[in-house]
């Protein structure tokens, strides 16, 4: 069994510098933490968490390193950053044991190889992989971020249990876990995926100073939607998970009250033709754009912005719609609940529930004083919360403690276990 290595005492900061090293002889070359970040999938959502990670780490103090299945536009903003990268050709979102085994023996004679300090793995898959071929090698720190789940309730009981026993079978190969949420966390302790010593909470970031502060009337132009009629919309993938069948019936039912509004989805999934068949057959009008690189900007078009999901970690595209000022409808799932307050930034509607969801929207579009004041009010929290450098000094501050060493000067202090 791994046991988390005693946290050091805090060691005071150096004085302030005398003189620029550069200026005197030549001095030896300090050992940097060789860190290894192992992803399933290193595109949007926990992908582009874990890239934001890699370059708001600090690169004379970690020699950082991430592998992940093909594919997905981040590869080379990774690599152009000095990340070095490791794709795997046999790495699977499913379970796929011939593959999986591939890939265990891949991960392991990498770690090996490489001799990692750190090994932090993201996403169910690649988390069960990479921690255990982490501890085959016994790798000083393994540390896991949990993004969201590989279960839900809306999965067969037999294949939930198989997934959290996977879960709780790599427990204790692993030094400590950061949850993306308090519920999150919480959840994660109840299933005995993590224990409530060693879970901690780290806001997952989103890229603030790509997000337009307010709303960007230019977009409706864009998207061919006058100016003034009411649009609700959301962003993500059209699979599953994130329910687009709902959000179309919503659309229906909120344009019996409001026949003048517009719907719009931002993204690409396999559910694309099935929501474009129902939008037909309830005769409402649904945008869908495809993929779009401008989604911040998009969704800070919207009057109210919805997330329809049956779960969801914590939901990128709702910390940046809300960072931009958006109130917002969201179905309370998982760390959803942590950031949509109701009647403060928003209002919740129980998942898989359209008509639900289709209320509380028509009360928003009724009172837009009051759906202003919770966007504004959603647009500090985002702002304060999903800040990068709080991610970052956070992770920092807990891969010092863990390996013994001193955090940076500023660095945050851990947002707090499970049982704080």
């Given at each position: 069994?791994?046991?988390?290595?005693?946290?050091?005492?805090?060691?005071?900061?150096?004085?302030?510098?005398?003189?620029?090293?550069?200026?005197?002889?030549?001095?030896?070359?300090?050992?940097?933490?060789?860190?290894?970040?192992?992803?399933?999938?290193?595109?949007?959502?926990?992908?582009?968490?874990?890239?934001?990670?890699?370059?708001?780490?600090?690169?004379?103090?970690?020699?950082?390193?991430?592998?992940?299945?093909?594919?997905?536009?981040?590869?080379?903003?990774?690599?152009?950053?000095?990340?070095?990268?490791?794709?795997?050709?046999?790495?699977?979102?499913?379970?796929?044991?011939?593959?999986?085994?591939?890939?265990?023996?891949?991960?392991?004679?990498?770690?090996?190889?490489?001799?990692?300090?750190?090994?932090?793995?993201?996403?169910?898959?690649?988390?069960?992989?990479?921690?255990?071929?982490?501890?085959?090698?016994?790798?000083?720190?393994?540390?896991?971020?949990?993004?969201?789940?590989?279960?839900?309730?809306?999965?067969?009981?037999?294949?939930?249990?198989?997934?959290?026993?996977?879960?709780?079978?790599?427990?204790?190969?692993?030094?400590?876990?950061?949850?993306?949420?308090?519920?999150?966390?919480?959840?994660?302790?109840?299933?005995?995926?993590?224990?409530?010593?060693?879970?901690?909470?780290?806001?997952?970031?989103?890229?603030?100073?790509?997000?337009?502060?307010?709303?960007?009337?230019?977009?409706?132009?864009?998207?061919?939607?006058?100016?003034?009629?009411?649009?609700?919309?959301?962003?993500?993938?059209?699979?599953?998970?994130?329910?687009?069948?709902?959000?179309?019936?919503?659309?229906?039912?909120?344009?019996?009250?409001?026949?003048?509004?517009?719907?719009?989805?931002?993204?690409?999934?396999?559910?694309?033709?099935?929501?474009?068949?129902?939008?037909?057959?309830?005769?409402?009008?649904?945008?869908?754009t495809g993929f779009r690189d401008d989604a911040a900007r998009i969704a800070s078009s919207f009057d109210v912005f919805v997330i329809s999901s049956l779960y969801e970690g914590l939901g990128r595209a709702l910390?940046?719609?809300?960072?931009?000022?958006?109130?917002?409808?969201?179905?309370?799932?998982?760390?959803?609940?942590?950031?949509?307050?109701?009647?403060?930034?928003?209002?919740?509607?129980?998942?898989?529930?359209?008509?639900?969801?289709?209320?509380?929207?028509?009360?928003?579009?009724?009172?837009?004083?009051?759906?202003?004041?919770?966007?504004?009010?959603?647009?500090?929290?985002?702002?304060?919360?999903?800040?990068?450098?709080?991610?970052?000094?956070?992770?920092?501050?807990?891969?010092?403690?863990?390996?013994?060493?001193?955090?940076?000067?500023?660095?945050?202090?851990?947002?707090?276990?499970?049982?704080?």
């Amino acid at each position: 069994m791994t046991e988390s290595p005693p946290f050091a005492s805090e060691w005071p900061a150096a004085p302030s510098r005398v003189v620029d090293p550069v200026s005197v002889a030549l001095q030896p070359r300090l050992e940097k933490i060789k860190t290894l970040h192992i992803i399933t999938r290193f595109r949007d959502g926990s992908g582009g968490n874990t890239l934001m990670t890699l370059l708001g780490a600090d690169q004379a103090r970690y020699d950082l390193w991430v592998a992940a299945s093909r594919g997905g536009p981040l590869w080379e903003r990774a690599a152009s950053s000095g990340v070095r990268t490791v794709q795997l050709g046999r790495l699977r979102e499913t379970i796929a044991p011939l593959d999986d085994l591939v890939t265990l023996f891949q991960l392991a004679r990498l770690i090996r190889r490489e001799r990692f300090t750190i090994v932090h793995t993201h996403s169910s898959k690649a988390g069960i992989l990479g921690r255990l071929a982490a501890w085959l090698c016994r790798t000083p720190v393994i540390v896991h971020t949990i993004h969201g789940f590989a279960w839900h309730d809306f999965m067969s009981p037999r294949r939930r249990s198989i997934y959290i026993a996977l879960e709780q079978l790599a427990r204790p190969m692993t030094h400590a876990f950061f949850a993306v949420s308090p519920q999150v966390a919480t959840e994660a302790v109840q299933v005995g995926m993590a224990r409530s010593t060693n879970v901690f909470v780290v806001p997952s970031a989103v890229a603030l100073d790509e997000i337009p502060d307010g709303s960007d009337p230019l977009m409706r132009a864009v998207l061919g939607i006058p100016a003034d009629v009411p649009v609700v919309g959301t962003v993500g993938r059209l699979d599953f998970q994130k329910a687009p069948l709902d959000f179309v019936r919503m659309a229906a039912s909120v344009r019996t009250s409001h026949p003048d509004a517009r719907f719009v989805w931002v993204g690409e999934g396999d559910l694309l033709e099935e929501a474009q068949a129902e939008a037909r057959r309830l005769g409402v009008e649904v945008i869908f754009t495809g993929f779009r690189d401008d989604a911040a900007r998009i969704a800070s078009s919207f009057d109210v912005f919805v997330i329809s999901s049956l779960y969801e970690g914590l939901g990128r595209a709702l910390s940046e719609a809300m960072a931009s000022g958006r109130p917002v409808v969201a179905t309370a799932v998982n760390g959803v609940v942590d950031i949509v307050e109701p009647g403060v930034t928003g209002l919740l509607a129980p998942p898989a529930d359209p008509e639900a969801l289709a209320r509380k929207v028509v009360w928003l579009l009724d009172r837009p004083d009051a759906a202003r004041r919770m966007g504004e009010a959603g647009r500090k929290r985002a702002r304060s919360l999903f800040d990068p450098a709080l991610m970052c000094g956070l992770i920092d501050q807990a891969y010092a403690r863990l390996l013994g060493l001193t955090a940076r000067a500023g660095a945050s202090s851990p947002a707090g276990s499970a049982e704080d």
